[in-house]
């Protein structure tokens, strides 16, 4: 069974950045679509960016693009999401997400067959 597990949140100022990692385990998701999502107090479960599985294609909400990164390291197993210029309003839990099958949908949590856990960012203004 897959699992995939987030870390690197943490408490940062506005302007700073964050690198987060989602390290999979259980299976090889060399093939698999990986995307992060974010929640915030309140607020339903929002998409933040995509990466397919050879890495090409990438995707990005407008809230984050040209400041957030996403890339993938599929010897490692591992997806990440550099952060940068980061707004109190990026505030929230962010989530890995892993599709089992490769799939169209890529922008919808639906779309997602294994979740993390969650890690908090927190951005001080």
């Known amino acids: 069974q897959v699992q995939v597990v987030e870390s690197g949140g943490g408490l940062v100022q506005a302007g700073g950045s964050l690198r987060l990692s989602c390290a999979a385990s259980?299976?090889?998701?060399?093939?698999?679509?990986m995307g992060w999502f974010r929640q915030a107090p309140g607020k339903t479960r929002e998409f933040v960016s995509a990466i397919r599985w050879n890495g090409d294609m990438t995707y990005y909400a407008d809230s984050v693009k040209g400041r957030f990164t996403i890339s993938r390291d599929n010897a490692e197993n591992t997806v990440y999401l550099q952060m940068s210029s980061l707004k109190p309003e990026d505030t929230a839990v962010y989530y890995c997400?892993?599709?089992?099958?490769?799939?169209?949908?890529?922008?919808?949590?639906?779309?997602?067959?294994?979740w993390g856990q969650g890690t908090q960012v927190t951005v001080s203004s």
């Open positions: 259980g299976r090889t998701l060399r093939n698999a679509a």
């Open positions: 997400a892993a599709q089992a099958v490769d799939r169209i949908a890529i922008r919808t949590a639906g779309a997602y067959d294994v």
